[in-house]
């Protein structure tokens, strides 16, 4: 068994490592770090949650003079929940060394961001935007840097970066060392490479089975208006851990999390229009069970990993089979069993069909959850919660009350009672969701086993570069302002997300994932 000891790693790199409770590198680390100790090139491929993030901090993290004042390792990532994921990942990783890392990314105040790079950082994790701003105002200098992360490289091209990213590149100086990390690898990231690495090595870890064993996939077929409904009963049926749910815009998000708060559900929504402030409250409360259902659309959710989330639930189909297995892949992480729920429009099974042929996974269908379903779930959640109070004896202020109540009525009364006053059935609340359009199969799919253009409906070559290039500047300014286009995506047809062309074997799921023993 190879351990992170084998990599001739410095002592106080490894004592953070095993600290983190890593017992031995993942498949991608394993393969990855021996290359990147070199600083030769690489190009490394793996599904989420294979603990790519680790994979190209340590060696960094190794190879970085202390002793330095200025910025040598530069890691872009798509989104700033990323950009603050990594550099938390960079910071547990090198609190022995004594690395300086700092996130930079649109929707944070910039003059705090510039002054806390007066404490000149080593490492700088940003989103492409923002980073732009920065060299621009020249408050941010790549003239030092020597190591480049592309990080979700598939998703920055996806979220329309690639012209920011080769800007950014083309003041990185040539002699440097660039890794590049991708779910997929269609031919737009393949160019990208080609322009950017050199003779960079390939390292992937591809699963063998395309879906996640560990989680158990199943749909409803529901119509748009019966949705609210069956998430209801669906989350008292099952009473998740943590459950995530998927909506397809913003507005979607804010609906839905405000209609859940209101039936009595510790929910709160997660997208691109909350300010920076706003979405770290939410993942705080989020990561320590104060909220137990967060809401949130594709780009706010992507790579987060949350430990102990038992369900995902796509209250609106994804349009793009990867987007589907991102989403399901926030469950079921680190060994643990999940469960994913779907809900499918009529208009919709098409569609399923297109995700199920990618995916290679046939979801299991499942009626619709009854009402004395969902009461039985509360039910037995109500029966838990009160045998724990039983347990802890801290009751000792009723007894008087209850030997009170017993003299005059039947226990099995007594206790049927309180249950029902405990369970709190649902009095009808009436919550009407603006509807969403139904998600539908793109005309140009094909087979899918060739790479290619992945941005079908905007049509080959220049056209559709045109056209993206503008949707891009409008979308980069959304998200310096904190949004995240969701919405745009959606009305256009997901013009620029929703054809990405399935990879064959890629357009998976991972076999393992790994996390800290906890
Ligand atoms: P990816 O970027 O590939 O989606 P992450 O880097 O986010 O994956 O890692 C997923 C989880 O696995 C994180 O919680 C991380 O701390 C954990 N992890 C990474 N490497 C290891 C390891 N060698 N052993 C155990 N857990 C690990
Ligand atoms: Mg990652």
């Known amino acids: 068994m190879k351990t992170f000891y084998d990599f001739g790693l410095e002592n106080r790199v490894v004592r953070a490592i095993t600290e983190l409770g890593f017992e031995e590198p993942t498949p991608i680390q394993e393969k990855t770090i021996p290359i990147a100790l070199e600083a030769r090139d690489l190009i490394g491929q793996a599904q989420t949650g294979t603990g790519k993030t680790a994979a190209f901090s340590i060696p960094l993290i190794n190879r970085i003079a202390t002793s330095e004042q200025k910025i040598v390792g530069l890691i872009l990532t798509p989104t700033r929940e990323l950009a603050i994921q990594v550099s938390e990942e960079i910071a547990k990783l090198s609190r022995y060394k004594g690395v300086r890392s700092l996130p930079i990314y649109g929707g944070q105040d910039i003059q705090r961001q510039i002054r806390l790079l007066r404490n000149k950082p080593h490492i700088i994790i940003g989103t492409p935007g923002r980073l732009l701003d920065h060299i621009n105002r020249k408050t941010i200098k790549l003239e030092d840097v020597n190591t480049v992360v592309l990080d979700e490289a598939d998703e920055m091209l996806d979220m329309g970066f690639m012209e920011d990213i080769q800007s950014i590149l083309s003041l990185v100086p040539e002699e440097r060392h ?20 050199r003779n960079p090595e390939h390292v992937s870890v591809i699963p063998k089975q395309i879906s996640a064993p560990l989680i158990q996939q199943n749909y409803v077929e529901v119509h748009e208006k019966q949705k609210f409904d069956a998430l209801t009963r669906l989350l008292d049926m099952e009473s ?32 691109g229009d909350l300010s920076q402030h706003q979405r770290d409250t939410v993942m705080r409360k989020f990561r320590d069970n104060s909220i137990e259902v967060l809401v949130a659309t594709d780009v706010a959710a992507r790579g987060l990993d949350v430990s102990g989330v038992s369900h995902v639930i796509n209250f609106d189909l994804p349009q793009d089979p990867e987007s589907y297995v991102h989403r399901i892949g926030r469950t079921g992480r680190a060994g643990r069993e999940g469960t994913a729920w779907s809900f499918v429009t009529p208009r919709e099974i ?7 042929k990618i995916t290679r996974h046939k979801l299991t269908r499942k009626p619709l959850p009854s009402v004395a379903e969902a ?72 087979d899918g086993r060739q790479g290619g253009h992945r941005r079908t409906s905007g049509g080959p070559g220049n056209h559709s570069s045109h056209v993206n290039r503008g949707q891009r500047r409008d979308r980069d300014r959304d998200r310096d302002r904190g949004r995240d286009g969701n919405r745009d995506r959606s009305r256009d047809g997901g013009r620029d997300y929703g054809s990405r062309k399935p990879q064959g074997d890629t357009a998976g799921k991972r076999e393992r994932t790994y996390s800290r023993k906890d």
């Open 350 to 356: 098409d569609h399923l069909y297109f995700i199920e």
């Open 240 to 271: 998740p851990d943590l459950a995530i749910i998927f909506g397809r815009t913003k507005r979607r998000v804010d609906e839905l999390a405000e209609a859940l708060q209101k039936c009595g559900y510790a929910a709160d929504g997660l997208h």
């Open 375 to 446: 009461l039985e779930g509360k039910q037995k959640i109500t029966a838990e919660k009160l045998l724990s109070i039983v347990d802890s004896k801290e009751y000792g202020e009723y007894k008087a009350l209850a030997i009170q109540l017993l003299e005059q009525y039947d226990s099995v009364q007594l206790l049927a009672a309180s249950l029902k006053l405990l369970t709190g059935e649902k009095n009808d609340m009436s919550i009407e969701l603006t509807p969403e359009e139904p998600v539908r199969v793109k005309k140009r799919f094909n």
């Open 178 to 197: 660039t890794m590049l990390f991708s779910a997929t690898m269609p031919s737009n990231i393949q160019k990208l490479a080609q322009q950017f690495l």
